[in-house]
């Protein structure tokens, strides 16, 4: 089963925060992030485990509900290499990566 | 040091043909995965293989057969292509589960 995404689109100027939420219906093993510029493949920025441990990107950070089977990205003092479309993978005891629907984000200077 | 190699990176295929696409790794990963992905829709597993000698179906399998011929390599078939085939291909390894994915560059397929 997807996850899923909100919001589906968000524009920020420069310097601006955002959080882009994730959330399942089922009980996760872990949470992965990643972001995709226009016409290339995703890249790995970041992955939650359950029990605690993160793995990731220095300048972004993220967290992860367990109970309530969410997570969330948190983009600090946005950049304009920031924009691109984010896509969070969740799995479940298997190998089996689901990822949502995406939200795209625009930094305007 | 190359990472995830697909190929073709564009075809056009007409309704009824057949095709293989190739995805090849060089970290030594157990698992590979090949995602669609469509406008709106994100990126949606079609087979992956947790480790070499295995396979599974993810979320839309139908008109899709895979093979893991060894270690380094996951093929994605298509045996009667279909315009809703028409899609960009993803294909990703990583080293274990709940490893980060390393994607290919994709394979942009049209089914006419």
């Known amino acids: 089963q997807q996850p899923v995404q909100s919001p589906q689109a968000v524009i920020l100027r420069e310097g601006e925060d955002a959080v882009i939420n994730c959330s399942s219906s089922k009980a996760l093993y872990s949470v992965h992030w990643y972001r995709q510029k226009h016409g290339e493949a995703p890249v790995f920025l970041m992955i939650?485990?359950?029990?605690?441990e993160q793995k990731g990107h220095e300048k972004i950070s993220a967290s992860f509900n367990e109970k309530k089977q969410q997570s969330s990205l948190y983009l600090t003092a946005s950049q304009l290499s920031y924009s691109g479309t984010y896509f969070c993978?969740?799995?479940?005891?298997?190998?089996?990566?689901?990822f949502g629907a995406g939200t795209r984000l625009t930094v305007k200077p | 040091n190359a990472g995830v190699t697909q190929t073709p990176k564009f075809q056009v295929l007409k309704t009824g043909q057949s095709m293989t696409l190739q995805c090849a790794q060089d970290m030594n990963h157990n698992s590979m995965y090949w995602y669609r992905q469509d406008p709106g829709m994100g990126l949606r597993l079609i087979y992956y293989s947790a480790s070499e000698g295995t396979t599974d179906k993810g979320e839309v399998p139908n008109g899709y057969n895979v093979s893991r011929l060894n270690k380094r390599e996951f093929s994605l078939r298509l045996e009667s292509a279909a315009p809703s085939q028409t899609s960009v291909y993803f294909c990703a390894s990583s080293e274990f589960q709940n490893s980060p994915l390393h994607f290919g560059n994709g394979t942009r397929l049209t089914v006419t």
């Open positions: 939650l485990l359950k029990g605690g």
């Open positions: 993978g969740t799995e479940e005891d298997n190998n089996d990566m689901r």
